[in-house]
């Protein structure tokens, strides 16, 4: 089945320090990835998308490129800000499922000043 | 720019009670999605609805119903409350069933079992 896997939190960095957060899948067929964000207390926010192999991502200063080589969807970030302390949530669309999504388990971020 | 609404944003009920959820979608999105979130968990898809007909099902308990009216909101009626039905639950909507868009969430209901 079509599943979502992410590092293992919590990830803690000092403001201004360089942010990955692996992401994989498994799917049938060619997913749409995404990469939510969820702050305390908050719903979910979409913070970028792509929807085919090679796209890159990109928003408030995060990417991530879609590899389908790897079925990887990495997270990153080059310079993080105490504002960006959340948890990341990766996932996973398939066509055939009619939008649902897939979560990976969420990844807490914890940026120090 | 509108949201989605939920409401309430946080309900308590007592075990073996009955609770509804309400969701208002985007104007003009047709196509609302229900997901639960445990504590320290990743959100779990419940229901969907598209044009008021229900799409899509996923981990959704029998004691939980839920519809898309013809104003395409929806509700969640869920009874016979259990303590581990403790969470906060989701609402999405997008405009037809766009994987490709991703779609908004509104902020959630907490609801607390006693």
């Known amino acids: 089945g079509n599943s979502v896997t992410q590092m293992e939190g919590p990830v803690t960095l000092s403001e201004e320090a360089f942010l990955t957060i692996n992401c994989t899948y498994t799917?049938?067929?060619?997913?749409?990835l995404f990469w939510y964000v969820q702050y305390p207390g908050e719903g979910l926010q979409l913070l970028l998308k792509?929807?085919?192999?090679?796209d890159k991502g990109s928003n408030k200063g995060f990417e991530a490129t879609y590899r389908k080589e790897t079925t990887s969807f990495h997270l990153e970030k080059g310079s993080v800000q105490v504002s960006d302390s959340a948890v990341y949530f990766c996932a996973l669309s398939t066509g055939n499922q009619g939008g649902k999504l897939i979560f990976g388990q969420g990844t807490e971020l914890s940026v120090k000043p | 720019a509108a949201g989605v609404i939920q409401s309430p944003r946080h309900l308590i009920k007592e075990k073996r009670e009955t609770a509804t959820l309400k969701c208002y979608p985007i104007?003009?999105?047709?196509?609302v999605y229900w997901y639960q979130q445990g504590p320290g968990q990743d959100p779990q898809f419940l229901i969907s609805f598209y044009e008021k007909m229900q799409s899509d099902k996923g981990s959704i308990p029998d004691r939980f119903s839920a519809q898309q009216f013809s104003d395409y909101h929806s509700e969640l009626n869920m009874s016979s409350l259990e303590l581990g039905d403790s969470a906060l639950y989701f609402c999405?909507?997008?405009?037809?069933?766009?994987?490709?868009?991703?779609?908004?969430f509104g902020s959630g209901t907490r609801l607390t079992v006693v």
């Open positions: 104007p003009r999105h047709d196509t």
């Open positions: 799917a049938t067929g060619y997913p749409s």
């Open positions: 792509a929807t085919k192999a090679d």
């Open positions: 999405a909507s997008s405009s037809g069933r766009a994987v490709s868009y991703g779609y908004t």
